[in-house]
């Protein structure tokens, strides 16, 4: 096989042992690489039902099919466990160049199971795998821990999948760290911490494989070409952080806990602001020529040297989502997130939750004690202060405050609201417990259905559907009977680039537009260079559909219902008052109807369940005998 090894290394963390795995041709071609490939692995590795903290959840990795070619943007990899945050299939994607170490090594796929008695690190060196004791390390940031461990081998080539001090202390929305950047959505993180596993890292000394280099060469040459061109041109400039100012335009900025869409401050938390005043570099993740990654820098003040790559979903979330119109207070709140080890949308989220509670007179300033601060603090919208101090109590779990908030606004409020006998889950802004993207979901109906349909949670990178509503190639505002295609389209196409996997940043790059007929024979041609397959636009099109599938099996496998299809209740009930998109709601009737479009597209029966006879279609018979009705 060009392109794989065929290979898959298990590594069993309570028994200190290692298994090689073959797999045949036709499972590559099937579930190809990435969230998909990684999925397959949870399928067919986990315990079905099992607690996501246990060592009956492994943590499955499944690189990219072009890690460590010369094709743009293609070093990344996909993270896979059952999700500690949502219950259901916690896929992520990260690029990093840990991708080139885990191809370099010839492993197509790693299977960590099991649970360690002691903290460790597991070096994957070509085909030797060692443990190695991780005490000396814990409580470090990830960067410190990435450092450390490459000064112990002092050797570059060495990359490192690593948790901060959240992954540590099991918070469910922590993430996992790799040469800056991160697998950061449903809490792997604690999925990590839970086997006691610090961190995973590669060195590989081989070469990679293709069928056809020179085509594959002059291929990815011109893509490279057209990435330095108009098509990226934003995203080289301001990165995703010129959606502020756009998404405020339009009145979709989630603004103090997603009360409002529009926030009066936007200006000063705005792309064009950090790139102002703020701007220290562009940064790029592995193989990209791009570079979209802008890295905001604190000079001065009480934030001094804070500095992170900044995204817009970092920024709406630790910013106008907490009333917060102080760049310098986002930056530090960013950078703790990163260096401690957090998914900065999750925490940024679940944080204006607390917010709320606090400005309701639900919680005080004595519910904000901890060691850190014996105080406690104000933590009314707008303070950024006290979003940054509980950014630092949320990693530790300081406090009643930060243990309450480390696992997320679902728990969060389902405590509270038992304790207290309050009804604050009508403010957690999540979907299966996953907290909410950075884009009002009220004023775009195709999106609310993508998001609330979505397999892990609210997610807007695995849908995609807020495409057709802010292009204007539908109304945004309300509910028609395309909306069920588009979803399904949208997130299949999302599926795609999270397969290859390929940033989707690319997506202008083939023809100049970023549709499937631009894309998929370009894809094609670069799939079979690497591979020597034959693929067509309509293979290309089915890694989209499958990847989907096997996610969406898991989730049923998992005791998934059509009742976990929701949105959160302020969605549902609560207008927005001020800008473009004020007094819109997604009423239970209009989601039915959209959820009943969706399921229809799919081909899946009125409760959401899949057909035998769809997953045999797609080359899934033994899901198809699992799950299929
Ligand atoms: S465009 Fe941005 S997100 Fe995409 S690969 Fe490049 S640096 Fe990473």
Known sequence: MHGYSGKILHIDLSERKSWLESKPEK????????????????????????????????ICLANGIFAGTPVPVGGKFGLASKSPLTGFIGDSLSGSWFSTSFKRAEWDGIVIHGASEDWVTVFVDDDMVEFRDASHLLGLGTTET???IRDEFGDDQVRTACIGPAGENLGRISNVSNDGRKAGRTGHGAVWGSKKLKGLSMRGTHGVEVADSEELLRLSLDILEAAQGPHTQKYRILGTTSNVLNMNKLGLLPTKNYQEGVFEDAELISGEYLHEHYKAKTIACAQC????????????????????????????????????????????????????GMDTMSTGVTISWAMECYERGIFTKEDFECERYPEGFEANFGSGMAMVKLTEMIAHRDGYMGDLLADGTQRASTLLDEERDMESYKWAMNIKGLETPGYDARALKTFALGLSVGTRGGCHNRTAAYDPDIKGQVDRFSVDETRGKL???????????????????????????????????????LINATTGWDFDYDDVDLIGERAHTIKKAF??????????????????????TKGPSAESVVTDEELEYLKDLYYEAKGWTPDGLIPKEKLVELGMEDVAEDIGV
């Open 289 to 340: 020529p791009i570079a979209c990654e802008q890295v905001g820098w604190v000079k001065e003040g009480p934030y001094a040297e804070a500095m992170s790559h900044i995204e817009y979903e970092s920024l709406f979330a630790l910013s106008s989502n907490c009333g917060v119109n102080d760049m310098e207070a986002a930056i530090k709140a960013i950078t703790n997130c990163n260096e401690l």
């Open 146 to 148: 990435e450092s450390a």
């Open 27 to 58: 499972w590559y071609q099937t579930y190809i690489g990435g969230v998909s490939m990684a999925t397959r692995l949870c399928w067919e590795n986990i315990t079905p039902g099992c607690d996501p903290l246990s060592a009956e959840n492994p």
């Open 487 to 525: 979803a399904k389209g949208t997130e299949e196409y999302a599926a795609v680039y999270d397969t290859l996997p390929l940033c989707k940043f690319i997506r202008r790059c083939f023809t100049g537009k970023a549709d499937r007929e631009g894309a998929w024979p370009a894809i094609a041609k």
């Open 555 to 576: 989730n049923i496998r998992e005791g998934w219902t059509r009742d976990d299809d929701k949105l959160p209740y302020r969605w549902k009930h609560e207008e927005m």
